[in-house]
């Protein structure tokens, strides 16, 4: 068995720190894993699907793309600010759901991009006023 533990920090709860243990058999997540989260004073378990096809087809990605991110995020891969982290509803509750979101750092756009937004935005007033 596989185990990895991370510190996480939930967005809504800027300052508290979490701790997440993710447990898998084999060389992936692919096949399944379970998770736990504590606060330090209260911990929630749950588990991953055996096969994350679908939620892969649900936001347009190869089922390896996914789970390759699915590890990043839980297993530890990438550091944790590369990650927002959320729960809902916020504890304490008998059950949460921890959702994560990749975060982007230093996005250059080309110059011809950032005119078209230019433009967009000018049109977008203009509408406005209409």
């Known amino acids: 068995m596989n185990t990895a533990v991370r510190e996480i920090h939930i967005s809504s709860k800027p300052g508290s720190s979490y701790f997440l243990r993710v447990d898998w058999e084999g060389r992936s997540l692919a096949s399944g894993f379970r998770v736990l989260l504590t606060d330090g004073q209260d911990a929630w378990s749950g588990e991953g699907e055996d096969d994350p096809r679908g939620e892969a087809e649900e936001l347009e ?23 927002s982290f959320s729960l809902s509803p916020e504890p304490p509750g008998r059950s949460v759901t921890l959702t994560y979101e990749k975060m982007q750092k230093e996005i250059s756009v080309s110059p011809d991009a950032a005119i078209i937004f230019r433009h967009i935005c000018v049109t977008e007033s203009q509408n406005v006023h209409l």
Do not use: C, F, H, I
């Open 61 to 83: 990605m190869t089922r390896e793309k996914y789970v390759q991110d699915l590890e990043r995020a839980l297993a530890g891969a990438e550091p944790p600010d590369s990650y």
